[in-house]
């Protein structure tokens, strides 16, 4: 594996081997120090055009732990704000010195394309409304350590899915491992078309509620939302957030995700979210460790874990 840009270029193979190695570093991450020399000697650049806290903080805390260098590119005090363009600026920090850039950007396509232009490995930390592979695969690893398996397992995909890379990936993701996945949205909040989807849509969470194994709530993403795409918000919080009335009418033992930022009160209630059934802050920390296992199998030919 060269790059990550998206699920689809992985497979079921790629997705179970990544899968595998998380679970050692799971166990590095759990050491008094976290620490292995896996990556020493590598640089990594964490190139973010769009804001960011888990995922940024995440593949630096994951770079760090493999002992490699890390560079942090920050829009806002760059000469972005000079107007030096995309291609540029990458080039620029290619000259310095990269093993891997991990690119975070609002269009679609710009991992890609940062990839066609470097030697580097490139990683897709989130593009436009496209892909947001890490996240996908810190949610399998999050469901399946605690269900074991996603085989057979019914998950809904709640919200935003029009505005969602996160939902692209993880739909993507989990019928891959085969999970049964149910998008549950309002018209107005899917894509113009699912084709490729392979998921199931549905507009009554309700009825859905008690079948499910995982109840993955979105984002509402306000800021991608350039027209009236719902009456309120808070029609939709009394349609599709998953208030405590609503949790209720889970199964016991199912998962309650969300990949964070939350509006608390918006798609998910708080009471919900600091309910035990809760997993959103063990996804955070299986993040770490699946970024280390995705840095790794891009650059650490040869190295041993430990
Ligand atoms: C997501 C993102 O930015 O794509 N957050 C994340 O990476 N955990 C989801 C979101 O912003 O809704």
Redesign the pocket.
């Given at each position: 594996m060269k790059h990550l840009l998206s699920m689809a270029d992985l497979g079921v193979d790629g997705i179970e081997e990544i899968l595998r190695v998380t679970e050692s570093f799971v166990e590095v991450t759990a050491r008094d120090i976290p620490r292995v020399p896996a990556l020493r000697g590598k640089t990594i650049v964490s190139l973010f055009y769009?804001?960011?806290?888990?995922?940024r903080l995440s593949f630096e805390s994951a770079a760090k732990r493999l002992s490699a260098d890390v560079m942090t590119f920050s829009v806002a005090t760059s000469s972005v704000q000079k107007g030096e363009s995309l291609k540029d600026t990458v080039e620029t920090i290619q000259a310095m010195g990269m093993d891997a850039v991990v690119v975070?950007h609002a269009s679609a396509g710009v991992p890609w394309q940062v990839s066609q232009w470097v030697d580097a490995s490139v990683v897709n930390?989130?593009d436009g409304w496209h892909e947001?592979p890490t996240?996908a695969l810190l949610d399998a690893y999050t469901i399946r350590e605690r269900l074991g398996s996603l085989e057979g397992r019914r998950i809904a995909i709640v919200g935003?899915v029009k505005?969602?890379?996160?939902a692209r990936s993880n739909v993507l993701g989990f019928h891959a491992l085969g999970a049964e996945v149910t998008l549950v949205a309002p018209p107005t909040l899917l894509p113009p078309s699912l084709e490729g989807w392979p998921c199931e849509v549905t507009t009554d969470l309700d009825a859905l509620l008690p079948k499910l194994d995982v109840i993955y709530v979105?984002?509402?993403?306000r800021e991608r939302m350039t027209e009236a795409v719902l009456p309120s918000m808070r029609e939709y919080t009394s349609r599709y957030g998953l208030t405590a009335r609503r949790a209720a009418n889970l199964p016991d033992g199912a998962l309650v995700m969300h990949?964070?930022?939350m509006n608390r009160g918006v798609e998910i209630a708080a009471e919900v979210a600091d309910a035990p059934g809760t997993v959103i802050t063990r996804?955070?920390a299986n993040?770490v460790a699946v970024r280390m296992a995705v840095l790794f199998l891009l650059l650490g030919s040869g190295a041993s874990i430990a």
């Open positions: 769009e804001e960011s806290t888990r995922t975070r930390a989130g947001h996240q935003d505005h969602s890379r996160v979105l984002r509402m993403q990949p964070g930022p996804q955070v993040g």
